[in-house]
Nanobody
Framework: QVQFVESGGGLVQPGGSLRLSCVASGIDFRLRVMGWYRQAPGQARVVVAHSSNASVTHYEEAVKGRFTVSRDDAKNMVYLQMDDLKPEDTAVYYC?????????WGQGTQVTVSA
């Protein structure tokens, strides 16, 4: 069964850092482009970064230079290092394939950036 489980969120002050982790199961992970998505209150879920199995990465303009996506194909894991966090980064963060499997969103992990 396809499953994505995110962890690592929390409350952090502006300028702080967090590292999110996601473990995937039920997919041929090394063949998939993996993405990190976020959904802020009252807004649609959007992709913020993704990584191919060739480690080709892509970032949404708002997070370029601050977020870094990486993956460990041996562990079926994808990570999102978030630095210089801003209040506008506050959201629930999810991982999924890119493009996503619509029926397989996980619980996500809450990131709150506040003083």
């Amino acid at each position: 069964q396809v499953q994505f489980v995110e962890s690592g969120g929390g409350l952090v002050q502006p300028g702080g850092s967090l590292r999110l982790s996601c473990v995937a199961s039920g997919i041929d992970f090394r063949l998939r482009v993996m993405g990190w998505y976020r959904q802020a209150p009252g807004q649609a879920r959007v992709v913020v970064a993704h990584s191919s199995n060739a480690s080709v990465t892509h970032y949404e303009e708002a997070v370029k230079g601050r977020f870094t996506v990486s993956r460990d194909d041996a562990k079926n894991m994808v990570y999102l290092q978030m630095d210089d966090l801003k209040p506008e980064d506050t959201a629930v963060y999810y991982c999924n394939q890119n493009p996503p499997i619509a029926s397989r969103w996980g619980q996500g992990t809450q990131v709150t950036v506040s003083a």
